[in-house]
């Protein structure tokens, strides 16, 4: 199974909107409501923000929502703060042999 | 709040075998899946391998036989070991929790991350 394609970076002003894709195929992201995101500082673990496509943890911002539309899923950061600035990776479930694959990451910026 | 801590060797001789170990603590070991997940420098994420309590299995085709999961409830570890090691095998090697709410069936997202554990291949 190739890795999901996310754009390389992403950018936004404080307080603005931005949304990062995730682009699989239709035997992962199409085929399965099971997206992830995490959202992952230098130096640090990832951290789940989204799963099953928009469900956020306890604890997680509403700022953060999550998506999907065919084989594409996107991840909306509202009301841009600076802590937001990030690497946000994606995940899928990708069947019964695969299991899970990741997208490449994505850098968000916030100017 | 449960905590997750990596341990083994930050270096790895090429052809050598890497073993590392996941501690788990703040929660039981028990009713979940516990995953491996590394992270090449500068790279994305790779998923290993998961395990079950029960000793359940299952890993990566990239890694096919080199990998090994196992569990000891008993200490509340869950453990790796990957065979064959080469440069290109050099990353944070993370444990995880898996994430499985009720009702959800193809349990994919991981909630609870050690901090990572960097492993170097090298002569």
């Known amino acids: 199974q190739s890795a999901l394609t996310q754009p390389p970076s992403a950018s936004g002003s404080p307080g603005q909107s931005v949304t990062i894709s995730c682009t699989g195929t239709s035997s992962d992201v199409g085929a399965y409501n099971y997206v992830s995101w995490y959202q992952q500082h230098p130096g640090k673990a990832p951290k789940l923000m989204i799963y099953e496509v928009s469900q956020r943890p306890s604890g997680v911002p509403d700022r953060f929502a999550g998506s999907k539309s065919g084989n594409t899923a996107s991840l909306t950061v509202s009301g841009l703060q600076a802590e937001d600035e990030a690497d946000y990776y994606c995940s899928s479930f990708a069947g019964s042999n695969d299991f899970v694959i990741f997208g490449g990451g994505t850098k968000l910026t916030v100017l | 709040q449960v905590q997750l801590q990596e341990s083994g060797p930050g270096l790895v001789e090429p052809s050598e075998t890497l073993s590392l170990t996941c501690s788990v603590s703040?929660?039981?070991?028990?009713?979940?899946?516990w995953s491996w997940i590394r992270q090449s420098p500068g790279k994305g994420l790779e998923w290993i391998g998961f395990i079950h309590f029960t000793g359940r299995t299952k890993y990566s085709p990239s890694l096919g036989s080199r990998v090994t999961i196992s569990v000891d409830t008993s200490k509340n570890q869950f453990s790796l070991t990957l065979n064959s090691m080469t440069a290109a095998d050099t990353a944070v090697y993370y444990c995880a929790r898996v994430l499985c709410p009720s009702g959800s069936y193809y349990c994919s997202a991981f909630d609870y991350w050690g901090q990572g554990s960097l492993v170097t291949v090298s002569s």
């Open positions: 703040g929660g039981s070991i028990n009713n979940y899946y």
